[in-house]
């Protein structure tokens, strides 16, 4: 982009806390937790929930993971931008044919699985 800043598509913060937040009441108002056992398994979802929303919202752990490997063969892959967020993309040159071949192949596949 010609001297413009990349758009950073994460760091909504507040909407991770919010979602998190809904998604956990909404359960507890249903399954209120008793035993000791219960309230480990509402652990588990609790924490199932938070890194749900903070992969959504907050940071993409993987692209970010990837972005360390993969930095000095792709020195513009940018962790932040929702552009990088299709890897196969990405990694096979970018492009709008690109695109559309690697989403036709993935809708064939899942369909294909029907």
Known sequence: MHGEELAYGYGFWSLVGL???IFVLFALSFLTPVKRREWRSFGVFTAFVVALFTEMYGFPLTIYILTAI???RYPALNPFSHASGHLWITLLGGGAWMSAI???ISNGLMLGRL
């Open 102 to 104: 690697i989403h036709l």
């Open 19 to 21: 979602n998190a937040a």
């Open 70 to 72: 993969l930095g000095s």
